[in-house]
C-alpha cells in the first residue's frame, strides 16, 4: 500500500524559509513533486524531479523554491525560503508509480501560512 507522509509545514514570517519533506513507501516512483492549494484557488504544480533529478518550477517560483529527492529513503524535500504571503497554502506531495500502470499518488497535504 502505497503511502506519502508529508512534515515541515507551519507559520512563518515573510521573508523566512521553511523545508517541507515527503516520505513515500510502498513502492517504486518516477516522477516527484509538490503541489498547492490556496483556498477558493485550483491546486497548482510548485516543482516537480525526475529520478534522475531534473527538475521543473512553476516560473513564479523559480530562485525561491528548490526540491530535491533522494531515491534510496523515497523522499523528496522542498526547501522554500523568501516567502510570501501569496505562498500560504496547503502543500501536497505527489509521487508518480515507475511501474505500469504508473498510478499517480497524493499526499494528505501540509499546511504553509506565510503571515507577520
Known amino acids: 500500500q502505497v503511502q506519502l507522509v508529508e512534515s515541515g509545514g507551519g507559520l512563518v514570517q515573510p521573508g523566512g524559509s521553511l523545508r517541507l519533506s515527503c516520505a513515500a513507501s510502498g513502492g517504486i516512483f518516477g516522477e516527484m513533486g509538490w503541489y498547492r492549494q490556496a483556498p477558493g484557488k485550483q491546486r497548482e504544480l510548485v516543482a516537480t524531479?525526475?529520478?534522475?533529478?531534473?527538475?521543473t518550477y512553476a516560473d513564479s517560483l523559480k530562485g525561491r523554491f528548490t526540491i530535491s529527492r533522494d531515491n534510496a529513503k523515497n523522499t523528496v524535500d522542498l526547501q522554500m525560503n523568501g516567502l510570501k504571503p501569496e505562498d500560504s497554502a496547503v502543500y501536497y506531495c505527489n509521487a508518480r508509480g515507475l511501474l505500469w500502470p504508473m498510478t499517480n499518488y497524493w499526499g494528505q497535504g501540509t499546511q504553509v501560512t506565510v503571515s507577520s
Open positions: 524531479i525526475t529520478r534522475g533529478g531534473s527538475t
